[in-house]
């Protein structure tokens, strides 16, 4: 990770001209769109073009392909996130002529000054949970701003300067940066152990969510989810400090408790007991426990149930999560960002559902990409485990992303960990992954995109084969 600026937090308003290395990421792009809607200079680079990078021109920014030391220009700021390495020549030139340099959390807790800073963190579902959040306290008319680690799927946004005085953003756990939100309201979905190639060992993990929780101001809220065994520490410890504090999920004791969830389709219901039912677009068991979080946080901010929950039955889901991309030839095709062995679960579990109520017989083909060697190779046996619940697996080679390749590390360490009763197939080469999947799908059938890498790009092409 890069160093954070040893100058602390600067108000947004006193950043100058801002330029963004590596604009046209999900994180990047959504914080320099805030900072145009509120009249500041910005400019950034990106290694390839796209409709995020087009979006931002419109918007104002002076936007660059490629990276060139000359990009930087007359900034005053330079932003960065943990996958920018020195050797960048616009971050080197940055450096020499002494500009200040932030990581994005740090540009990002720039832009909650002044503002009531909910930041949801947990190791799964917390671009969910915001999503929603979003999404009620805009129907309750709280016009909240926004920063996502997705985009909406009704609006094609993740990030959006509001008139309210409410901030939501999703608090990155992977490199410690949540550590520099303070916030009034903190939600904690889960705690597992993920991103080990950072924190090294769980039990860093744990601790860095204790100290974001510790974080929270003297008069605040943390929201936790207490069917997970860490989020419930975190809960008992904040109370101790005198916090607010609500939890929720399906435990006996939870002060929002979930229960009666049934799955309808690509949706579902659910009761939360003592306030009333809730319809869900979205399928699953854990988009139940992400809507709670998300009524829980309204409430404290002042919105009532009803309103909420209006709101929330219109929430169609965030991109990635879920996502529905077509149907071709009788099978239907999904997209899912999961990759963590838990997130597969959850979505395999939740499109077995969907299977289930079609009453069709169709089957479940998952076609995975690991996502980072240390991932991979931390998790190789539970990847497999996971994918046991889909019918067909079809594994990729490992999307290293900001990671250098390891020896003996390839997805055929997942492929090889699928249990006998699911047929795996690794398919090391990408550009073939299209016609393996449609070629093994039958009508009735789903096809699953699952990962963090670019396997998000392979749903159309399946849709193509299909097609023929």
């Known amino acids: 990770m890069s160093p954070i600026d040893p100058r602390g937090d600067v108000p947004a308003g006193d950043l100058g001209r801002v330029h963004f290395i590596a604009i046209g990421g999900a ?35 002076k936007v660059f392909v490629g990276h060139d030391a000359a990009h930087v220009g007359d900034a005053d700021t330079v932003v960065i996130s943990t996958a920018i ?39 799964h579902g917390k671009t969910t949970t915001t999503s929603m959040l979003t999404v009620a306290l805009q129907h309750a008319g709280a016009d909240p701003s926004y920063c996502i680690g997705g985009q909406l799927v009704t609006t094609g946004l993740g990030a959006d300067e509001g008139t309210g ?8 756990e992977s490199d410690g940066s949540f550590l520099r939100y303070t916030p009034h309201i903190a939600v904690v979905t889960n705690v597992e152990a993920d991103h080990l190639d950072n924190y090294g060992a769980f039990e860093k993990v744990k601790e860095n969510f204790a100290a974001f929780a510790g974080r929270i101001v003297p008069d605040g809220a943390l929201v936790a989810g207490t069917d997970d065994p860490v989020a419930r520490e975190l809960a008992a410890a904040a109370r101790e400090r005198g916090l607010n504090v609500v939890t929720y999920g399906q435990a006996v004791d939870a002060d929002l408790r ?20 809730v319809r869900l677009e979205v399928p699953g068991r854990h988009y139940a426990h992400n809507a709670t979080a998300a009524i829980a946080v309204a409430r404290l901010l ?3 149930f009803d309103v909420v929950r209006e709101g929330l039955a219109s929430f169609t889901g965030s991109m990635r ?22 997130e597969l679960t959850a979505d395999l579990e939740a499109t077995r559902d969907y299977l289930g109520q079609k009453g069709e017989g169709g089957r479940i083909v998952a076609v995975f990409q690991p996502h980072l060697y240390s ?39 997942v492929a090889d960990a699928v249990p006998a009763g699911t047929r795996s197939v690794y398919a090391p080469v990408r550009d073939e992954v299209p016609g ?22 392979l749903g159309p092409l399946v849709l193509e084969r299909l097609a023929r």
Do not use: C, W
Not at 88 to 97: K, Q, V
């Open 258 to 277: 979930i229960t009666g969830f049934t799955p309808r389709g690509l949706g579902s219901t659910f009761e939360i007991e003592g306030l009333g039912e």
């Open 436 to 457: 393996v999947a449609a070629s093994l799908a039958r009508p009735g059938d789903v096809v699953i995109t699952l990962g963090a890498g670019d396997v998000t790009q």
């Open 321 to 342: 999560r879920l996502e529905r991309k077509g149907e071709a030839g009788g099978v239907e095709v999904f997209d899912s960002y999961a990759h963590h062995p838990t």
């Open 165 to 172: 005085d409410v901030f939501v953003a999703e608090a990155d």
């Open 85 to 123: 390495r020195e050797t960048n020549p616009e971050l080197a030139a940055a450096r020499e002529r002494g500009l200040r340099v932030l990581h994005r959390s740090e540009a990002l807790a720039a832009l909650m000054t002044g503002r009531r800073a909910v930041a949801v963190a947990g190791t």
């Open 302 to 304: 002042g919105h009532g």
């Open 375 to 413: 991932r991979t190779r931390f998790f190789a046996t539970e990847f497999g485990a996971a994918l046991g619940l889909a019918d067909v697996a079809v594994v990729l080679d490992v999307y290293g992303a900001r990671e250098d390749p390891e020896p003996g590390v390839t997805g055929a360490l």
């Open 27 to 61: 994180g990047m792009s959504g914080i320099a769109r805030i900072m145009l809607r509120r009249g500041l200079a910005v400019s950034g680079s990106d290694a390839r073009d796209s409709e995020l990078l087009t979006q931002l021109g419109d918007l104002g920014a």
